[in-house]
């Protein structure tokens, strides 16, 4: 199976930065899309950025121009960097990754998703 942990979460002042981090570990053949989303208190969760395998980005409305998504394939690693951070960014951020975790069965595709880190954001 495929674990994600995410990292870099916390506490900073509006117009701060964070650089979140989700690191995949365990049986792996091949990771295609990796994704960040974010769900706050009583919101529905959205989808905040994306990857391909080909290194192709989605980012949402919102954030554009203020959040970066970017890969380190050799680490099984996505980011997130997140500048001019806003109040209404405070969310847990969520790491999601499609993935293939055995090459005998290369056309099996698995979604997977860590736990969450936690952004607050302070006015």
């Known amino acids: 199976q495929v674990q994600l942990v995410e990292s870099g979460g916390g506490l900073v002042q509006a117009g701060g930065s964070l650089r979140l981090s989700c690191t995949a570990s365990g049986s792996i053949f091949k990771i295609n899309d990796m994704r960040w989303y974010r769900q706050a208190p009583g919101m529905q969760r959205e989808l905040v950025a994306s990857i391909t395998s080909g290194g192709n980005t989605y980012v949402l409305d919102s954030v554009k121009g203020r959040f970066t998504i970017s890969r380190d394939d050799a680490k099984n690693t996505v980011y997130l960097q997140m500048n001019s951070l806003k109040p209404e960014d405070t969310a847990v951020y969520l790491c999601?990754?499609?993935?293939?975790?055995?090459?005998?069965?290369?056309?099996?595709?698995?979604?997977?998703w860590g736990q969450g880190t936690q952004v607050t954001v302070s006015s």
């Open positions: 999601n990754a499609e993935a293939v975790p055995d090459k005998r069965s290369w056309w099996q595709e698995y979604d997977y």
